[in-house]
Structures are given as structure tokens and as C-alpha cells.
């Protein structure tokens, strides 16, 4: 028996699959277990070590550090978001005077590593004169690298296209950029929508670079907490804690990511712009020709030679 993509595994496929499974749990748990026991063992679990947590200025510290990281990675978000539109769109067009110098700044925005851009901006801007505060060096920095990767994301989810969907846009007497907004960036988007949250949760994490800048943001207030002689050190408790909130904060964007893509799924609009399966492309686009008042398809091409 078969499936489309793959053999269904038989009797012995079964077996062998169960007991590389298991094995594959239990050299997991041994890890895992290893990892506990040198932990205690060098006295990472000693109760001097984590009564820092009792008092509640590190908490307080913690949350100011948790403010400051979201304040960053909010405004990172919405304008690496921005960027990466615009960045894409100018890829995407057909005049190469835009489609190049576009393509060498996306280029070099997504070679120079973030913590580069953050130091020549925190540090190198004063030689010339001009200084700027460690909050926008953190910002700007994120927007360039993100945003120069999610353009090429929705590039690569535009021209992953049909070339019906476009065609037919022409055909019913759209625009170029009529046949970009409503037919091709919707469509791309929900197609990459895994590859932009994972792109968000990276600049969410790399808000951590801007302690090497002086920028006060959470992984700074971790490093202040571990480094409390009076408690014992305690770098692997504070270590702890501050990963798992930057793991709830990722989980928690994962999920409102998923939520806004099940939603979009199921809206009208996006059931307007999707021909669905097995449906027609000219069908999805006429509807949206008629709505904008263009006309109705007649068979004939209208757009330009392609």
C-alpha cells in the first residue's frame, strides 16, 4: 500500500521506526540528564544561588529589561516589515534602473552581521560627528538585516506564483500595481507566512545583541543579576530564567502567528483572492476586476506583452 508522496511503512518498517524512536528518547533523556547532574554537582541548584529570586528588585530589574527588549522589538518588527515590502516590490520590478541598485542594497543589508551594523552605528557615527542613542542603533540595525531577508521571502513567495495569476490580472484589465497588491502580495504573504514569523523570532532574539552596546534590554539585567557575588554568582539560575522568558516571548509570537494565518484563511477576502482547489485563476481575479470596477473577463488579454 502507498500513499502520493511515500510507501506506507510495513510490518518491519514499523518495528524499526518504534525502536529508533525509542532510542532516539532515551539517548535525549541521557543527555538531558547528564546536563542536570553536572549542574548540581558543581552546586548550580544551591538554594544560595537562586534566593536572589526571593527579592523583588531582580524581578523588577527583569521586567525593565523585558520592557525595554519588546520596545526595540516592536518598532524593529513593524519597520523590517516595511522595508522588506518595499525592498521586494523594487526586486520585482521591470525597470532595471530600480530592479538593480534595489537588488546590491538588499545584498549588502543581508551581508553585514547585526552586531557590525549595531557597532558602526554606536560607535562609528561619533567620528563623523554624529551620535546616536543606543535604542536607535539596536532599531535601525534590526530593520536593515530583517527587513533585507523578509524582502527576499516575499519575492521568493511572489515569483513561486502561477503565472496564470498575473496573466489573468492583465487580462481583466488591471493594473501593474493593482495585480501586486491584490492578487499577487496577498497570496505570497500567507505562502511565506512561516518563513516572516521565523525571520521575526530571529530579530525578537538578536534584541540580546544591544547589551554589547550599553543598551539596557533584558539579556544586560541578566548579566547584572549573575554576576551578584553576595548570592554566589549565580550566572546558570539567572541564565535560566531569563532563557525561558525569551522562550515564552517566542512561543507567544509563534502562536499569535499562527492565530492571524488560520484567520486569513478563513476571511472572505483571502477566500476571494485564493481560487482554492481546483478552482479557476481567471475566476478569483475577475471577482476582484468587478469590484474594483475594472469590467468583466472577456477572453482577451489587455495587459502588457509578458
Known amino acids: 500500500m502507498s500513499s502520493v508522496l511515500y510507501d506506507v511503512p510495513g510490518p518491519r518498517a514499523r518495528v524499526r521506526n518504534l525502536v529508533l524512536g525509542a532510542i532516539t528518547v532515551l539517548v535525549v533523556a541521557a543527555i538531558f540528564g547528564v546536563v542536570v547532574w553536572r549542574l548540581a554537582a558543581t552546586g548550580q541548584f544551591d538554594a544560595q544561588k537562586w534566593s536572589i529570586f526571593t527579592y523583588t528588585r531582580p524581578w523588577l530589574l527583569l521586567l525593565e529589561g523585558l520592557g525595554a527588549t519588546l520596545?526595540?522589538?516592536?518598532?524593529?518588527?513593524?519597520?523590517?516589515?516595511?522595508?522588506?515590502?518595499?525592498?521586494?516590490?523594487?526586486?520585482?520590478?521591470?525597470?532595471?534602473?530600480?530592479?538593480?541598485?534595489?537588488?546590491?542594497?538588499?545584498?549588502?543589508?543581508?551581508?553585514?552581521?547585526?552586531?557590525?551594523?549595531?557597532?558602526l552605528l554606536y560607535y562609528g557615527l561619533p567620528v563623523l560627528g554624529v551620535r546616536m542613542d543606543p535604542y536607535w542603533a539596536v532599531v535601525i540595525a534590526l530593520i536593515a538585516y530583517n527587513g533585507?531577508?523578509?524582502?527576499?521571502?516575499?519575492?521568493?513567495?511572489?515569483?513561486?506564483?502561477?503565472?496564470?495569476?498575473?496573466?489573468?490580472?492583465?487580462?481583466?484589465?488591471?493594473?501593474?500595481?493593482?495585480?501586486?497588491?491584490?492578487?499577487?502580495?496577498?497570496?505570497?504573504?500567507?505562502?511565506?507566512?512561516?518563513v516572516i514569523i521565523s525571520q521575526l523570532v530571529v530579530a525578537l532574539k538578536d534584541t540580546?545583541?544591544?547589551?554589547?552596546?550599553?543598551?539596557?534590554?533584558?539579556?544586560?539585567?541578566?548579566?547584572l543579576l549573575g554576576g551578584q557575588v553576595p548570592f554566589g554568582t549565580p550566572l546558570v539560575p539567572t541564565a535560566?530564567?531569563?532563557?525561558?522568558?525569551?522562550?515564552?516571548?517566542?512561543?507567544?509570537?509563534?502562536?499569535?502567528?499562527?492565530?492571524?494565518?488560520?484567520?486569513?484563511?478563513?476571511?472572505?477576502?483571502?477566500?476571494?483572492?485564493?481560487?482554492?482547489?481546483?478552482?479557476?485563476?481567471?475566476?478569483?481575479?475577475?471577482?476582484?476586476a468587478v469590484q474594483r470596477g475594472v469590467g468583466k473577463f472577456d477572453g482577451t488579454y489587455q495587459g502588457p506583452q509578458l
Not at 524593529?76 to 530592479?99: K, N, P, Q
Not at 491584490?182 to 507566512?193: E, G, N, S, W
Not at 547589551?211 to 539596557?216: D, E, K, R
Request: aromatic fraction near 8%.
Open 71 to 119: 520596545a526595540a522589538f516592536v518598532v524593529a518588527a513593524i519597520g523590517a516589515l516595511i522595508l522588506g515590502f518595499v525592498l521586494a516590490v523594487g526586486r520585482l520590478s521591470d525597470h532595471a534602473w530600480v530592479r538593480v541598485p534595489v537588488g546590491w542594497i538588499t545584498e549588502i543589508l543581508r551581508a553585514i552581521p547585526v552586531l557590525i551594523f549595531m557597532m
Open 208 to 223: 540580546a545583541l544591544g547589551f554589547i552596546i550599553t543598551y539596557p534590554e533584558l539579556l544586560h539585567y541578566i548579566q
Open 148 to 194: 533585507s531577508v523578509l524582502a527576499e521571502a516575499i519575492r521568493a513567495g511572489v515569483e513561486s506564483l502561477p503565472r496564470g495569476q498575473k496573466e489573468a490580472g492583465y487580462a481583466v484589465g488591471l493594473r501593474k500595481n493593482e495585480v501586486m497588491r491584490l492578487i499577487l502580495l496577498p497570496q505570497a504573504v500567507r505562502a511565506m507566512m512561516p
Open 240 to 288: 535560566i530564567v531569563g532563557g525561558s522568558i525569551y522562550v515564552a516571548l517566542c512561543l507567544l509570537l509563534s502562536y499569535v502567528a499562527y492565530r492571524v494565518e488560520k484567520r486569513t484563511r478563513r476571511s472572505p477576502k483571502a477566500a476571494r483572492l485564493d481560487p482554492g482547489d481546483g478552482g479557476d485563476v481567471t475566476t478569483a481575479t475577475e471577482r476582484i
